[in-house]
T-cell receptor, first 114, second 111 residues
Framework: GAGVSQTPSNKVTEKGKYVELRCDPI?????LYWYRQSLGQGPEFLIY????????DSGLPNDRFFAVRPEGSVSTLKIQRTERGDSAVYLC????????????FGPGTRLTVT | GENVEQHPSTLSVQEGDSAVIKCTYS??????FPWYKQELGKRPQLIID?????GEKKDQRIAVTLNKTAKHFSLHITETQPEDSAVYFC??????????FGAGTTVTVRA
């Protein structure tokens, strides 16, 4: 079946601009996660959704970052007033709800802020 | 919060030899420890995981050990093959949901 998909695959934006990154989870997966991966580092947890609600957003670095999942499926990560330090690969993952279920990652969106 | 350290950062082994990657964690509340493999330009994929109620788990050529007292866990790959070349990440968390990842180990298997 189809895996987790993310769009766009690459995004180049100017400092100060607003960007939206989209994640389509595996059908039926109630849990969705956003991570940020900088070059040479492991993924860094940003936020976790269970259904439509953000169950844990403690990884969002500041109030410029926001994520939504209005219908419990597709999620959008929104970054306002982008800074060069926001440049990274943004990974989305999804899993079945409850304990003991693997997180399946998407291919990521490479964000470059110039 | 949880802090995961991973060693070594790079590892080169001869095909057929074993590879061992070690991780330490800081939060005693962590009880889920997955390992991910990420090939160049591709997404991370889970290869094995272990929970705190067991000390060792094996899946074919891959095994993971956990020492909760010392707060460290290790990945062992035996009989390495060229397709094992990738970046490997360990992670730790109090549950399946919130994971803290290590910085990764780049494994190169020499033919």
């Amino acid at each position: 079946g189809a895996g987790v998909s993310q769009t766009p695959s690459n995004k180049v934006t100017e400092k100060g601009k607003y960007v939206e990154l989209r994640c389509d989870p595996i059908s039926g997966h109630t849990a969705l996660y956003w991570y940020r991966q900088s070059l040479g580092q492991g993924p860094e947890f940003l936020i976790y959704f269970q259904g439509t609600g953000a169950a844990d957003d403690s990884g969002l670095p500041n109030d410029r970052f926001f994520a939504v999942r209005p219908e419990g499926s597709v999620s959008t990560l929104k970054i306002q007033r982008t800074e060069r330090g926001d440049s990274a690969v943004y990974l989305c993952a999804s899993s079945r709800g409850g304990q003991g279920h693997e997180q399946y990652f998407g291919p990521g969106t490479r964000l470059t802020v110039t | 919060g949880e802090n995961v350290e991973q060693h070594p950062s790079t590892l080169s082994v001869q095909e057929g030899d074993s590879a061992v990657i070690k991780c330490t964690y800081s939060d005693s509340a962590s009880n889920y420890f997955p390992w991910y493999k990420q090939e160049l330009g591709k997404r991370p994929q889970l290869i094995i995981d272990i929970r705190s109620n067991v000390g060792e788990k094996k899946d074919q050529r891959i095994a993971v050990t956990l020492n909760k007292t010392a707060k460290h866990f290790s990945l062992h790959i035996t009989e390495t093959q060229p397709e094992d070349s990738a970046v490997y990440f360990c992670a730790a968390g109090p549950n399946d949901y919130k994971l803290s990842f290590g910085a990764g180990t780049t494994v190169t298997v020499r033919a």
